[in-house]
């Protein structure tokens, strides 16, 4: 094998997915972008951050006390302390409720309030050692409203321990947006309430449709609001990652792309020197040696370095690890079957075919999170953008005759359908899946773009 090859088959070696479903990270994929920094702080009780920036994959590491070592030099408050899920994409009944008990809880005219604060006593409970109601989470609920006093004792009894109770996946608590406000609306009244208890912290992560709604409409809710932090990853983030992923390829493989990423040894993994971690020379020419100067011939079509994350950007300019990490790996795949003999890894042809491969991706992730959306967008098959709204408006009439409010959806429909289409368009615009420009023509960032059928003179074309 030449060394292109070589370094081509240390790419699909590597741990490039980043879907998380309760399972513990490698240590190896562990990348600490500054902007997560504040997240992770003990007095941050809320992140927030679209599909697909790490909300899950940090709810997961946390709970390593391993990561945590990692992350200690630059997080020390989370050393010695006890980390538990209150609410994740894994079931566990025990730890917490799931959709059913809290249609249950609903359908009683129970208040989410409780059923969150049952969450926290069981956990403290089992700390401590004390025994409270467990046949049930109503149970539970019953024994707190019950007991008030003891259930105030628990929580202002003496610990020698300190503890992180961690939320996430709160989409999954139910299918009707009133119903979630109401749920993640309780879970953070319960936060504040928490706070009083020194030594105990919790951490909620939310999607951005999430902490857009009426969820903070409660008394000091600013308390929470005041922390809030975001996930984003800048485009030398995304390279970062790249990297902290290639060079902790299986055995000969990592050491193929150590030889050209200068790197350090961090315990029993490796991490990415300092320079590779910030948009330098010398992460933009190590990114070269992969992908070559070039999105062709020459300069003019661009620079796969900052081509490769461009082209993977929603409508508000964000481009997420997994849908990078994704685009990556169908270009080494696409190469090794197309360009075997190329003089890089990532021969350009493939980067954009690595783009339609992400854009698949993100719009079945989209599909699942929001079915009514490809349903909308389904209509725009074939069109060109950027485009009149008037003629996108056409072809949703011409689909829905009935007008927006016959959009069917599962579950979570769109937000402001009451509106009209231009409730649609909107909700569609705050989803990252449209963009408005100057002139008022509706434009389709490729990410989308691409994975739905639209096209776009000289842009990366949708797959036949």
């Known amino acids: 094998m030449t060394q292109t090859q070589q370094l081509r088959q240390a790419i699909l070696e590597a741990p490039l997915e980043t879907s998380n479903f309760g399972e513990t990270p490698k240590p190896g994929t562990l990348y600490l972008p500054p902007s997560h920094l504040k997240a992770l702080r003990l007095d941050v009780h809320v992140v927030v951050g679209g599909r697909g920036v790490g909300k899950s994959f940090w709810t997961a590491a946390l709970q390593s006390k391993a990561l945590r070592g990692q992350l200690g030099t630059v997080s020390s408050d989370l050393q010695d302390i006890e980390v538990f899920a209150g609410f994740s994409s894994a079931e566990a009944i025990d730890n917490y409720p799931n959709a059913d008990v809290f249609a249950s809880l609903f359908n009683q005219n129970g ?175 190590t990114f070269e040696r992969l992908a070559g100067p070039w999105m062709g011939r020459d300069k003019r079509r661009g620079v796969p370095y900052t081509w490769s994350v461009g082209h993977l950007a929603d409508g508000r300019g964000q481009t997420s690890p997994r849908s990078f990490l994704a685009a990556i790996r169908q270009a080494a795949e696409d190469s090794s079957e197309r360009h075997m003999d190329s003089n890089f890894a990532l021969h350009f042809e493939s980067i954009k075919r690595g783009i339609q491969k992400a854009s698949e991706i993100r719009v079945q992730e989209m599909a699942e999170d929001y079915p009514w959306v490809p349903d909308v967008l389904s209509a725009l098959n074939g069109m060109n953008v950027p485009v009149e709204f008037e003629f996108v408006k056409k072809k949703w009439e011409e689909k829905f005759p009935l007008g927006a409010p016959s959009i069917s959806s599962t579950r979570l429909p769109a937000q402001h359908i009451e509106h009209g289409w231009d409730g649609v368009r909107e909700d569609l615009r705050r989803l990252g899946l449209l963009e408005t420009k100057k002139d008022g023509r509706i434009d389709m960032p490729d990410l989308y773009r691409v994975g739905f059928g639209l096209g776009r003179r000289g842009g990366v074309k949708p797959r036949a």
């Open 111 to 285: 208040d989410p309030y409780d059923l969150w604060r049952a969450v926290v006593l069981r956990w403290v409970g089992r700390h401590v050692g004390e025994i409270i109601p467990s046949e049930s989470w109503l149970s539970t609920v019953g024994w707190l409203k019950s007991n008030p006093e003891a259930a105030a004792r628990l929580m202002q009894r003496q610990r020698d321990w300190k503890g992180l109770i961690l939320f996430d996946a709160l989409d999954r608590t139910s299918a009707e947006w009133q119903r979630m406000d109401d749920i993640v609306r309780g879970l953070l009244r319960t936060i504040l309430w928490l706070k009083t208890f020194p030594g105990l912290y919790a951490k909620v992560f939310l999607r951005e449709d999430q902490a857009e709604r009426t969820v903070f409409n409660f008394p000091d809710a600013s308390k929470l609001t005041a922390t809030k932090a975001e996930l984003a990853w800048a485009r030398h983030d995304l390279h970062g990652l790249l990297w902290q992923r290639l060079i902790n390829a299986p055995n000969i493989f990592g050491e193929r792309m150590r030889n050209i990423c200068p790197s350090i040894e961090v315990g029993e993994v490796w991490g990415v020197a300092q320079g590779m971690k910030s948009e330098s020379e010398v992460q933009k020419k």
